[in-house]
């Protein structure tokens, strides 16, 4: 592969900001240069140092006056739920059985998961988003979808057979045995092939039986390097249900601890009611609280504590994530947006730096893959986005009174969207200019 040169305003950060004074996190070059090579940043700094290094025959791309940014990061969404969006007046419970569930029954047939799979993913680069943690159906063939069109793309991508063997209509249930027998061929078959991670994926312990989360601890025991991802306390009327099918857990995340699922790969979507008790068996066990504020609010379910949860004596791993579609955006700006104001309405305010911060390097952290993706370092893969400030006339007008980096974030943030997204590269090649060509 040739090598290109990249030239704008590039921001990375080496750790999470204190606040929107310290710069020290942040290493932002106001002229400067990335090399990529093999899909690779071989090469990150001003860039007169860069190009110094790159050669006479790579290729330029010269990018100026916008922010080049590490790809953005999502946690957490459900590809099977992009018709689900915007499905009107009901809370969890009720918004899985009359609009969810049946719409995830379509995804039996083969066609409709590689069509879904194939616009899901161009949503993502269109918004700047170049790595998801996802929830597929129940159906195998939806993985299959999801996992071949991610590697044809080349784009890291998490993901998994969704577990559910009870309380769902029965087109949509599994068996615990067929649930591990489809896992363990999906595991074999694509986990880390190219880019693509698996993730055991039990929907929630109001859709498993108890024998199934066993199945579910049984796969995390026998691969202990993959990720797990559920739902845990979202919302009153589930976490009433989950106790009373699970009588003898102590309390919601309980019950997943005992079938072995928390840990360090562990990814709870929402952790919205935690108790103390259940916040430090999360903060011990290493697990990842996923905040998806645009679900959370639409949806009812509650606000997300993102300001105590980091900083109780136990603090909590935190990732954010938009989770499609109770989440009502693709966009992790949007996503950050409706998040500052959940956390305004608890009382505090999230400052930009940290906000950027986290839907890159911090979300990379909390999937544990930092070495990979979410920085702009060399020898990491070379997932890039590339923000325009001035995207929008309102954009453009509210810039012209800005003088430091962290307000022009909160602008994009505040006012941003795909359009704000000027390019985007996967694994070192354009993705977006490229998405209709
Ligand atoms: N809990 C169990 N399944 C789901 C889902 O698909 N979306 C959300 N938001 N919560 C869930
Ligand atoms: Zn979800």
Not at 216 to 245: C, K, V, Y
Request: proline share 4%.
């Amino acid at each position: 592969m040739t090598a290109i040169l990249l030239r704008g305003r590039t921001l990375t950060f080496r750790r999470r900001p204190q606040d929107q004074h310290d710069l020290a996190a942040c290493r932002y070059e106001e002229d400067g240069g990335l090399l990529i090579r093999d899909g690779r940043i071989a090469a990150a700094g001003s860039h007169g140092e860069v190009a110094a290094q790159a050669g006479a025959e790579v290729g330029r791309i010269d990018h100026r006056p916008h922010l080049i940014i590490p790809g953005m990061i999502d946690a957490h969404a459900h590809f099977p739920q992009m018709q689900v969006i915007a499905s009107h007046g009901a809370e969890l419970l009720d918004w899985l059985e009359t609009y969810t569930f049946p719409e995830e029954t379509k995804f039996s047939e083969p066609a409709h998961c590689r069509r879904i799979a194939r616009l899901f993913l161009d949503e993502m680069i269109r918004h700047g988003t170049t790595t998801v943690a996802v929830y597929c159906s129940v159906h195998k063939a939806s993985v299959e979808a999801f996992f071949g069109e991610a590697h044809a793309r080349d784009m890291l991508t998490i993901a998994g057979k969704v577990m559910m063997d009870r309380n769902a209509p029965g087109a949509l249930r599994d068996t615990p045995q067929s649930a591990y027998d489809d896992t363990r061929t999906l595991i074999a078959e694509w986990h880390g092939k190219g880019r693509q991670l698996y993730a055991v994926t039990p929907r929630f312990a109001i859709t498993s039986s108890p024998e199934q989360l066993e199945m579910a601890g049984a796969l995390m025991r026998a691969f202990p390097d993959l990720h797990m991802q559920t739902h845990l306390s979202e919302n009153a009327a589930e976490i009433a249900l989950a106790q009373e099918l699970f009588p003898s857990a102590r309390d919601y995340a309980d019950i997943y601890d005992r079938f072995g699922l928390l840990g360090g790969k562990a990814l709870f979507g929402h952790c919205i009611h935690l108790s103390e008790r259940e916040a430090d068996a999360l903060a011990e066990s290493g697990s990842v609280a996923v905040f998806c504020p645009t679900s959370n609010l639409f949806l009812g379910s509650g606000l997300f504590d993102y300001q105590r949860y980091g900083r109780r004596a136990k603090k909590l791993r935190i990732a954010t994530a938009t989770d499609v579609g109770g989440g009502t955006s693709y966009s992790m700006l949007r996503t950050m947006d409706e998040g500052y104001k959940v956390i305004a309405l608890n009382g505090e305010k999230l400052d930009p730096l940290a906000s950027f911060w986290q839907i890159t390097r911090g979300n990379a952290e909390a999937l544990s893959i930092v070495d990979r993706a979410g920085t702009l370092e060399p020898g990491s893969d070379a997932d890039i986005t590339v923000l325009d400030s001035g995207a929008t006339q309102a954009m453009r007008l509210r810039m012209e009174t800005v003088t430091r980096l962290a307000e022009e974030l909160f602008v994009l943030q505040t006012l941003g969207d795909d359009r704000a997204v000027a390019e985007v590269y996967v694994a070192g090649r354009p993705a977006k200019s490229t998405l209709d060509a």
